[in-house]
């Protein structure tokens, strides 16, 4: 009986390295498809690698406010970051920024922007940092690094549209600006309420 067992484990260990993967997978190499640079019969030209169709757009499309869709702005002296919001920054805007936040930065960054999270606790290599040591930074410096990444950080701009990315920045804004403020910046009608929950 062990050695019917062996016999059939080292039978299957052979199937293995010899399965053909096309059997697991056939629609991969095996679907119609064009390959680069090669030559076809269905075009005019001969050309399998087809040119976009007219109007079409790229899904970060450069238009006219680059200070929008990058932000940077082109200057006499080279590229600049934007230092004012190229969208209304409203309650609206605000809350959208949260909930993004919330859901693809804070887990590393943490709630508070502090980079205390978690997620962050366990990177050995380097934890994010601290949102707050940046609050010097134009808006369009934090647009861009959400846009294409920095350091460790991967880019985010498959994740988050333009407006949710602008979002996002208003929102961490609103966060380094807490963490600055004193009681003295609370409206003098909110300071009772704050300071009935800073008790309980």
């Known amino acids: 009986m062990i050695r019917q067992l062996l016999w059939g484990a080292l039978g299957l260990s052979l199937m293995s390295g ?14 119609p498809k064009f390959a680069p640079y090669k030559q076809t019969e269905q075009y005019k030209d001969s050309l399998q690698m087809r040119s976009p169709p ?10 006219l406010k680059p200070g929008m869709t990058t932000g940077k702005v082109n200057t006499p002296e080279g590229p600049r970051y934007v230092t004012a919001f190229p969208l209304t920054v409203d309650s ?15 887990t590393c ?4 922007g502090d980079g205390d999270s978690i997620v962050g606790r366990q990177m050995a290599l380097k ?3 601290s949102l707050h040591d940046f609050a010097d930074r134009p808006p369009g410096y934090i647009f861009d690094v959400a846009t294409q990444g920095h350091g460790l950080m991967a880019a985010y701009n498959a994740e ?10 208003a929102y961490i ?28």
Do not use: F
């Open 92 to 106: 609206n805007l605000l809350e959208l920024g949260r909930k993004r936040y919330n859901i693809t930065c804070g």
């Open 127 to 129: 934890p994010p940092p």
């Open 109 to 112: 960054h943490g709630a508070l």
């Open 18 to 31: 010899c399965l053909d993967e096309d059997l697991l997978n056939p629609m991969a190499s095996r679907q």
């Open 173 to 200: 804004r609103a966060l380094q600006l807490a963490h600055q403020g004193t009681l003295d910046d609370v409206p003098t009608e909110k300071r009772a309420s704050l300071a009935q929950e800073s008790h309980q």
């Open 54 to 63: 007219e109007g079409t757009v790229p899904v970060e499309r450069i238009t």
């Open 160 to 169: 988050l549209s333009v407006k949710e990315r602008w979002a996002v920045v």
